[in-house]
């Protein structure tokens, strides 16, 4: 449900008179000040100091009024957790509509994210032949070596981690 609502805001901010950049923009600034973003999460916060705090905010940075009006609302609505989601969302559709397919790669070495991401690119070349990617990259630890990708409904999995568990359901006969 959660991904559901994420998904059709993002639909409707893709609707209003919104351009690319305001959008990355403003999560660039979410994504840089964690005490505002403590702030605008926390339950304990009235929604109407949420909302006077974002419009003062707003109204420093100079934001579009119809990317305003829009977290104004997802605020007031309780919605405001999901800000940052419905932001990354909305540049997913956009980059979907310019035949571009976000993909989030995991890697583990820094030393090894372009080969990762050229070994990736191949891969998912396979599966959508005619689309170029963007890659969100996040390192994850936990996969011991190799990658792990994900774009649309797909995901590859060429992490140790992953082989691993290959591994142990074909021992286990699963």
């Known amino acids: 449900m959660r991904q559901t609502t994420i998904h059709n805001n993002a639909l409707v ?36 100091k949420k909302e006077d705090a974002e419009k003062r905010i707003l109204k420093l940075a100079g934001e579009p009024k119809a990317l305003t009006a829009f977290l104004l609302v997802m605020i007031k609505n309780h919605n405001e957790t999901l800000i940052p989601d419905i932001l990354h969302e909305y540049l997913r559709i956009e980059d979907e509509q310019a035949g571009i397919l976000s993909a989030d790669l995991f890697y583990v070495n820094d030393s090894e994210i372009e080969a990762d991401k050229k070994k990736a690119r191949a891969s998912l070349e396979k599966l959508f032949p005619d689309a170029e990617f963007s890659f969100r990259v996040r390192q994850d630890k936990n996969l011991i070596g190799g990658y792990l990708v994900r774009c649309k409904n797909y995901e590859i999995d060429r992490s140790y981690k992953g082989q691993l568990r290959q591994l142990e359901n074909k021992i286990n006969g699963r």
């Open 13 to 48: 901010l893709s609707e209003l008179p919104v351009k690319r950049a305001e959008v990355e923009e403003a999560l660039k600034e979410l994504e840089s000040n964690p005490v505002y973003m403590d702030f605008m999460m926390s339950p304990v916060v009235f929604y109407k």
